[in-house]
């Protein structure tokens, strides 16, 4: 079973910039795609990023196309998000998960593994 551990949420002003980590273990992190979601207080939770296992297919939410950009560096079973030009709207749980298959996946069903959560909060 897979675990996940994210880091690097905070606070910022809208414009700022974060940047997500989220770390494996207990699975060959290189066999399987990665996934960032996120959920809103009152709100359910939505898909905002995917890459495939090797890196080379990546998809985005339209909602943070342009400014959201989702890495992973295999060496250390850790994946990324670069949060830049935040805004307000982008306040909450950021959730990375694992995915079921190498591929990329844009739905919650696509994944089996997920960490507890990084808050993100941006302030206008």
């Known amino acids: 079973q897979v675990q996940l551990v994210e880091s690097g949420g905070g606070s910022v002003q809208a414009g700022g910039s974060l940047r997500l980590s989220c770390a494996a273990s207990?699975?060959?992190?290189?066999?399987?795609?990665m996934g960032w979601f996120r959920q809103a207080p009152g709100k359910e939770r939505e898909f905002v990023s995917t890459?495939?296992?090797?890196?080379?297919?990546?998809y985005y939410a339209d909602s943070v196309k342009g400014r959201f950009t989702i890495s992973r560096d295999n060496a250390k079973n850790t994946v990324y998000l670069q949060m830049d030009s935040l805004k307000p709207e982008d306040t909450a749980v950021y959730y990375c998960a694992a995915g079921r298959t190498a591929g990329p996946g844009t739905g919650l069903g696509a994944y089996d593994g997920w960490g507890q959560g990084t808050q993100v909060t941006v302030s206008s």
């Open positions: 207990g699975r060959t992190f290189s066999s399987f795609g």
């Open positions: 890459i495939n296992w090797s890196g080379g297919l990546t």
